[in-house]
């Protein structure tokens, strides 16, 4: 669930194999629009683990770091009303080079710093911060990972993200969810 980065994750099913994949991302998606399209996107499908990318768009169009968690945490709500065992992974917003160059880092920080508290607190919610992977040992973006526009990732880069996301799914995912 979530915007376009996973959206555009066309490899994702063979990425993550063998687990049970269905991409209910969309573009352009930020979080007013997750809690928006809610009953649309989550429970038609019975998730046992939801995967969650958000909060990059809401970034781009200059929402405070605060709004963004809060909605979270009201999606979040939304995940446990429909079914309490479903369990949520939380994906930390990608430090890429367009949020570098638009000086957008401290506010992708900022929520990723909150979506780790938020898995602190909340049960059956978990944080996986996948820009190591994404990032030289200084802390730069690995622009080789990126297409053009300096966000959304090459294959490469959708390789080395789930080298940190597949073994937080495989850690998360329960053997006995609905499928």
């Given at each position: 669930?979530?915007?376009?980065i ?7 099913v ?31 499908c ?14 781009k ?74 990032q ?44």
């Amino acid at each position: 669930v979530g915007s376009s980065i996973f959206k555009r994750w066309t490899n994702a099913v063979i990425d993550l194999a063998p687990l049970p994949v269905t991409n209910r991302a969309f573009g352009g998606s930020q979080t007013f629009h997750q809690l928006t399209f809610f009953d649309q996107v989550v429970p038609p499908c019975r998730p046992g683990l939801i995967v969650w990318y958000c909060g990059s768009n809401d970034i781009k169009g200059k929402k405070e770091s605060s709004s963004v968690l809060q909605r979270t945490e009201e999606w979040l709500g939304k995940v446990t009303q429909a079914d309490q065992t479903t369990r949520v992974l939380l994906v930390s917003v990608i430090r890429s080079p367009q949020k570098r160059r638009d000086g957008q880092l401290e506010a992708v920080d900022a929520v990723n710093l909150g979506y780790d508290e938020l898995s602190r607190k909340k049960d059956g919610v978990f944080y996986v911060d996948v820009n190591p992977a994404l990032q030289t040992s200084e802390g730069e973006s690995k622009v080789e990972l990126y297409v053009a526009d300096g966000l959304h990732f090459n294959v490469k880069g959708y390789h080395q993200m789930t080298t940190l996301l597949k073994p937080a799914i495989e850690k998360y995912w329960k053997k006995e969810t609905k499928l």
